[in-house]
Structure formats: structure tokens, C-alpha cells
């Protein structure tokens, strides 16, 4: 079946340490992305990937660092840097090709990341 | 950078009442897309909307996109229990690589 998947679905880390979150699809996708959501809240973009071997930052991309090394894999690192971890985090992925870019996206499962 | 200004934040409603919920954008969008993420669960692209003045309906769900592209609005005829939710509007932003940029949503809650 074709998708987009998270992994873990549960993730615990201890203060001070670093932890990267997978993202795989195999939609054929070119665009990816990556947003936090807290409680009660809407998304909020981290970083994004229009074609393999670049990435943007998104509006709150301090303390997290990506790589798009293949098309179908953007995996997110969510640094000590980054003060307030705890949250869920979604992937997205899109076609982005064409005039109206970025049609319809497709989200994984998230991640449910807690600080320890 | 462009932002898509979503109202209201939450809706409690009655079982059987009608909802709506507004997306607004200071510039012009190429297109509106809105989404659904039931409570634990990721978003679910609903519908896209391209063409000015363009409205799409699914089931008791409306779809609206303005005449200058700048707005769009989501409406629930008769809402049910399992309408519950956050709904979010979202649209490609008109600066490189034309990123996705999501509403902050609506929570909407059904009482039964």
C-alpha cells in the first residue's frame, strides 16, 4: 500500500539528548514536510523539502535539523537545543509539481515525542 | 511570511446545528485546501478549492472559496457526533517553493 510513514508512534527522551524522528513515503512524493503541534493547537511548520538534497527552514525550525538524502525519506532531529520538545510531530508529503503546487497532502501517523 | 488567519478557535454545538468555519488571507491564494483531524489522529485532506467563487459540497459538508481568493469558508449542515474534530484550511504560500501553510484550525466539539 502506498503512504507515508512515522516512526516511532511513542518516543521518550531524557533531557540532553538528541533524537531523530523517520519519515518515509512511498507516494513518489517530491515535496516533504514536517510540523509540530501542541495541545489544543494548530500546526506549526518546522522544516520543509521541495526535492532531494535541500530543505528550507520553517517557522520554528531552532533546535531541529533534517536531511532529504532520498526522495522518499525526510527524518527529523529534534536537538538538545530545542527547549520544549514534548509534542506531537507530523509528516507530510506532497506532489508539489505543476502550477499549483503542493496539492493535496498526505500525513502520517505522528509522533508523540516526551521529554523525560 | 504569508499567514492564513483561521476563526474561530473552538465551536460547542448542539447536535443537529449547523457549523462554519472561516479561513482568511491578507494576499491572494492559488488555491485553499481544508482537512480534517479527528481527536489522536493526524489531518485528512478533505477537498480542494482552485477557481474563484468556486463552491463543493460533500454530503453535508460546503465548501466555499471567495470571489478574490482571499477567503474561503467551511459550513456543516446538521452536525453529528461524528463531526468532531479540528478543521484546518491550508494554502501554498506564494514564496519559495510555495509551502504549505496551515490555519491554526477549529476545534469543534457536538454535544449529543
Known amino acids: 500500500d502506498g503512504g507515508i510513514t512515522q516512526s516511532p508512534k511513542y518516543l521518550f527522551r531524557k533531557e540532553g539528548q538528541n533524537v531523530t524522528l523517520s519519515c518515509e513515503q512511498n507516494l513518489n512524493h517530491d515535496a516533504m514536510y514536517w510540523y509540530r503541534q501542541d495541545p489544543g493547537q494548530g500546526l506549526r511548520l518546522i522544516y520543509y523539502?521541495?526535492?532531494?538534497?535541500?530543505?528550507q527552514k520553517g517557522d520554528i525550525a531552532e533546535g531541529y535539523s533534517v536531511s532529504r538524502e532520498k526522495k522518499e525519506s525526510f527524518p527529523l532531529t529534534v536537538t538538545s537545543a530545542q527547549k520544549n520538545p514534548t509534542a506531537f510531530y507530523l509528516c507530510a508529503s506532497s506532489t508539489g509539481q505543476g502550477r499549483y503546487m503542493n496539492t493535496e497532502a498526505f500525513f502520517g501517523q505522528g509522533t508523540r515525542l516526551t521529554v523525560v | 511570511g504569508q499567514q492564513v488567519m483561521q476563526i474561530p478557535q473552538y465551536q460547542h454545538v448542539q447536535e443537529g446545528e449547523d457549523f462554519t468555519t472561516y479561513c482568511n488571507s491578507s494576499t491572494t491564494l492559488s488555491n485553499i485546501q481544508w482537512y480534517k483531524q479527528r481527536p489522536g489522529g493526524h489531518p485528512v485532506f478533505l477537498i480542494q478549492?482552485?477557481?474563484?467563487?468556486e463552491v463543493k459540497k460533500q454530503k453535508r459538508l460546503t465548501f466555499q472559496f471567495g470571489e478574490a481568493k482571499k477567503n474561503s469558508s467551511l459550513h456543516i449542515t446538521a452536525t453529528q457526533t461524528t463531526d468532531v474534530g479540528t478543521y484546518f484550511c491550508a494554502a501554498p504560500a506564494m514564496e519559495y517553493g510555495n509551502k504549505l501553510v496551515f490555519g491554526a484550525g477549529t476545534i469543534l466539539r457536538v454535544k449529543s
Open positions: 478549492l482552485v477557481k474563484s467563487g
Open positions: 523539502s521541495q526535492i532531494v538534497n535541500d530543505f
